[in-house]
């Protein structure tokens, strides 16, 4: 009796082991890469979203969520200053970074997304040189 409870027990361990429980899936990442020219800065903006700027000041990127995770946008490489932006579908800014000094290397916006969405990734030219780069990392 003892031989076989020991032999069960023994069995559901090594059993166990092999199964790998829900929360240890492994988390998924989307990568992607902008790069923006806006030749115009910004020249009295009290905001810098869609709202009354021209189009020459600031480009756009569209992004749709494959489901809940975390959304990580740097934009970077610019002179100057620049702006960065999400917004949801009904064009409401959701996450901003908006440094005014102009010596820092980037903009970075880290926002918890709930679930499937579309959002827009707003890159403004403040009072800076012409182009910028973004990077957009989504885990989940």
Known sequence: MRRTVVLLLVG?????AGLTPASAK???????????????????PTDC???GVED???????????????????????????DLFVMDADGNVIGSSTSDNS???????????PGKQDLTILA??????????ATLTYTY
């Open 12 to 16: 559901g361990l090594l059993l166990g």
């Open 26 to 44: 492994k988390k998924r990442k989307v990568t992607e890469e902008y790069s923006f020219t806006a030749p115009i800065p910004n020249p009295n």
């Open 103 to 113: 010596a820092a290397a980037t903009e970075r916006v880290v926002l918890p997304i």
């Open 124 to 133: 403004c030219n403040w009072s800076g040189g012409p182009t910028a780069t």
């Open 56 to 82: 020459l000041q600031y480009q756009t990127a569209a992004f749709s969520t494959p489901g809940k995770g975390v959304l990580d946008v740097v934009l970077e490489n610019f002179q100057v200053d620049w």
């Open 49 to 51: 979203n869609v709202m």
